[in-house]
């Protein structure tokens, strides 16, 4: 059988989470730059005009854009072969999955485009294999000053929130450090969605970049080897002493974990606050938006608080799309599992996150994530 072909590029911070998966679940892929003419002609028509990495290619032609919509793809055929059953574990992959996807950007493009001392050389070698044609150096050198001007401020990432990213950014280290110093993956012997979610910022960007990298190494050796073991085929479980290739038993979900989603709610959850208020505003002002429109990137600035920091930053409806998913699950638990998942929430300070939701929910069309 022919192998599909993964179009990303290994310093992509969505590419990382699609690759990984198709690792753990051996599935045969072989990877390619979205820059040929083949991926201009054929690719992106199918792909829904978005030249989004990752993208993966059949052998039959049919097209898959998105690594949520892959995993997804290939959840369904491998009977939800990472997906946890229980209550409790099943909100926090989700949950994972979310703060994958849009909750470490901040530090993402920080450590990436702040420190060009340290990434300059290493970001134009990469931004130069995603081009083709006659002058490649300058197309990515075009494209690596675009993102900085522009991305990061949207995203963010301004003079006056450095400390709070850094600071931040540390505290992840150190609490994702003392879980994984326990644990071989988040939730016991085997990854879930929301391991291959966290691979998105913390392999492509802060597993790689040479400043992210090094302060990775420094302060989080076994967060630095779980990006290793999730980008290999076997377990990987060689320091451990308990080899169990499962979820913990008992619907656990181990204080080490609790203390890293706490954390991560100090800018998760007032900032999925201030987002959800701008994205029903604009909902409210065009209530006549077709069903099957293209739900754009950003949908305007939000702004909230984090200590003493202010951040301005992008309202991105992606995140209550994936964030609807664990409402959803949520909804069809029994009144007991219920009680149960809230009481954890509110031990990590995420409850708010089951009330946050959009006045009109997104689907996808044609490769697309769409208005309903």
């Given at each position: 059988m022919e192998p599909i072909v993964l179009y990303g590029a290994p310093f992509s911070l969505f590419t990382g989470r699609a690759r990984s998966y198709l690792i753990k679940a051996g599935i045969d892929y072989r990877e390619e730059p979205h820059a040929s003419e083949h991926f201009y002609d054929t690719v992106l028509p199918k792909a829904g005009n978005r030249r989004g990495i990752p993208t993966i290619e059949f052998a039959n032609g049919d097209v898959i854009r998105d690594g949520v919509a892959i995993i997804d793809?290939?959840?369904?055929?491998?009977?939800?072969?990472?997906?946890?059953?229980?209550?409790?574990?099943?909100?926090?992959?989700?949950?994972?999955?979310?703060?994958?996807?849009?909750?470490?950007?901040?530090?993402c493009m920080h450590y990436r485009w702040n420190?060009?001392?340290?990434?300059?050389?290493?970001?134009?070698?990469?931004?130069?294999?995603?081009?083709?044609?006659?002058?490649?150096?300058?197309?990515?050198?075009?494209?690596?000053?675009?993102?900085?001007?522009?991305?990061?401020?949207?995203?963010?990432?301004?003079?006056?929130?450095?400390?709070?990213?850094?600071?931040?950014?540390?505290?992840?280290?150190?609490?994702?450090?003392?879980?994984?110093?326990?644990?071989?993956?988040?939730?016991?012997?085997?990854?879930?969605?929301?391991?291959?979610?966290?691979?998105?910022?913390?392999?492509?960007?802060?597993g790689r970049d040479p400043a992210p990298l090094a302060?990775?190494?420094?302060?989080?050796?076994?967060?630095?080897?779980?990006?290793?073991?999730?980008?290999?085929?076997?377990?990987?479980?060689?320091?451990f002493a308990n080899k169990d290739a499962d979820y913990l038993p008992h619907d656990e979900v181990p204080a080490t974990l609790i203390d890293a989603l706490k954390h991560f709610a100090t800018d998760l959850v007032p900032e999925s606050r201030a987002a959800c208020a701008v994205i029903n505003q604009w909902l409210a002002a065009n209530p006549d938006t077709p069903a099957g429109t293209e739900v754009a990137r950003g949908l305007g600035r939000c702004q909230f608080s984090v200590g003493d920091s202010v951040i301005s930053t992008e309202a991105q409806p992606f995140r209550f799309y994936l964030l609807k998913r664990m409402q959803d699950a949520f909804a069809a638990m029994s009144a007991l599992d219920q009680a149960e998942v809230r009481q954890m929430l509110a031990a990590c300070d995420m409850s708010e996150l089951l009330e946050l939701k959009l006045t009109r929910d997104i689907g996808r069309a044609n490769n697309l994530e769409v208005w309903v």
């Open positions: 793809h290939f959840e369904a055929l491998n009977e939800e072969g990472f997906s946890p059953r229980t209550p409790k574990q099943t909100i926090v992959s989700q949950i994972l999955d979310v703060m994958g996807a849009e909750g470490m950007l901040r530090p420190f060009d001392s340290d990434n300059d050389e290493f970001m134009r070698f990469h931004f130069q294999t995603i081009y083709s044609g006659d002058d490649v150096e300058q197309a990515a050198k075009e494209r690596m000053a675009f993102i900085k001007r522009e991305v990061n401020p949207a995203w963010g990432v301004s003079a006056e929130n450095y400390q709070f990213i850094e600071s931040y950014h540390l505290t992840t280290l150190r609490k994702l450090n003392a879980h994984f110093a326990q644990y071989p993956y988040f939730l016991g012997g085997k990854p879930c969605r929301g391991d291959f979610g966290m691979m998105a910022p913390l392999y492509g960007h802060l302060l990775m190494q420094k302060h989080a050796v076994r967060l630095f080897r779980w990006t290793e073991r999730m980008n290999r085929p076997e377990p990987d479980v060689g320091e």
